[in-house]
Each structure stands twice: as C-alpha cells, then as structure tokens.
C-alpha cells in the first residue's frame, strides 16, 4: 500500500507564503534568510580551515585531527577564531607575514606537537629499549 501526499502547488513558493496581509510569513523569510547567510559565512571558513589543515598535514606531517588541533591551539593561544587563524595561515604561505603572536602560536603549537609525537615513539617505561640487550 502506498501513500501519496498532496502538496498545494505553491508549498515552497516563499513569496505566497509571505504575502503582504500575512507579516508572520515575511518574518519567517527574513529569519531563514539570516540563517542562510549564517551557514554560507560557515562554509566560506571551513574552506580556509581544511586548507590550512591540508597545509599543516604537509608541512609537518601529521594526520587530519593533529593538524586541526595544531589549529586550534594556536586560535586559543592568540584568542583568534579558527577561519581567521586558518587564512592568516594560507595567507603567510602566500607571502604575507604572520603577526608576531600569531608566529609565537605556531611556535608552541608545533613544539606541543612534535613533543607529542615524540612521546608516542618512544618505548613505555616498563619496557625494555632493546638497546644492548640479546
């Protein structure tokens, strides 16, 4: 058994539903077009992020989570949002100099990285080097 819904011709015309006697419909347009602008101004900084990711994952390298949270150490280091850390970032890889807080970020966020990754390499305490022994 199927059903079928019927749909009136104009269900996401916005301007029937915003007509001029109905100024709860015109509100409703003006509400979803801000959030529409919301998610655009969302999107264009998540391109710049995951270049600016891509970037980090190249230069240093490390896998996606590493380089974003590289990222986001220094935006909270530089109390920067992550899109304008992200194109300051892309833009220094262009040519522009990054500003001196911005440089002294990146300069942590990489030795907490490195010093991360070194950690990871290197044998529990527990066990034995491998060094010397047969």
Do not use: F
């Not at 040519?95 to 907490?112: C, D, K, T």
Request: hydrophobic share 40%; proline share 8%.
């Amino acid at each position: 058994m199927h059903r079928t819904a019927m749909l009136p011709k104009d269900w996401w015309n916005p301007r029937a539903e915003a007509s001029a006697e109905d100024p709860a419909g015109q509100d409703d347009v003006v509400a979803l077009r801000a959030e529409i602008d919301q998610l655009r101004r969302t999107l264009a900084g998540r391109e710049v992020v995951d270049q600016a990711c891509g970037m980090v994952m190249v230069l240093t390298p490390c896998r996606p989570g590493p380089a974003r949270n590289l990222l986001v150490d220094i935006s909270r280091q530089c109390n920067t949002k992550l899109p304008d850390v992200a194109a300051a970032l892309v833009a220094a890889w262009e040519g522009e100099p990054l500003s001196r807080v911005m440089q002294r970020g990146l300069r942590r966020a990489l030795r907490r990285l490195y010093a991360e990754d070194r950690g990871r390499d290197s044998p529990p305490v527990d066990e034995p080097s491998g060094k010397g022994r047969s």
